[in-house]
Nanobody, 126 residues
Framework: QVQLVESGGGLVQAGGSLRLSCAAS????????MGWFRQAPGKEREFVGG????????NYADSVKGRFTISRDNAKNTVNLQLNSLKPEDTAVYYC???????????????????WGQGTQVTVSS
């Protein structure tokens, strides 16, 4: 089983920035597509951004395009999410996820991810 641990969440004012990190176990990290999801109180889980195993394909939710950036370092088994120009509506628990890298992976389609981290809280004040 793949273990995922998020870090970097916190409290920030609107317009500020945060950098989230996800550390993964296993020597096969480079074979997985990785993604970030978030869930606000009383809301359903929402896709934020995803990245293919090689990093060649990246996609974002329309709500974060131009503000958030996803990246990965396969040598260090990490995936990151840079959050800029934060808004109060970005407040949520952010989850790191991993899935087999195929056309139906959860970072490309509305399907279930194979592995999930425990989440890290991001709170944006107005």
């Amino acid at each position: 089983q793949v273990q995922l641990v998020e870090s970097g969440g916190g409290l920030v004012q609107a317009g500020g920035s945060l950098r989230l990190s996800c550390a993964a176990s296993g020597r096969t990290f480079s074979s997985y597509a990785m993604g970030w999801f978030r869930q606000a109180p009383g809301k359903e889980r929402e896709f934020v951004g995803g990245i293919s195993r090689s990093g060649s394909r990246i996609n974002y939710a329309d709500s974060v395009k131009g503000r958030f950036t996803i990246s990965r370092d396969n040598a260090k088994n990490t995936v990151n999410l840079q959050l800029n120009s934060l808004k109060p509506e970005d407040t949520a628990v952010y989850y790191c996820a991993a899935d087999r890298d195929w056309p139906g992976a959860c970072v490309y389609t509305k399907s279930s991810c194979d592995y999930w981290g425990q989440g890290t809280q991001v709170t944006v004040s107005s």
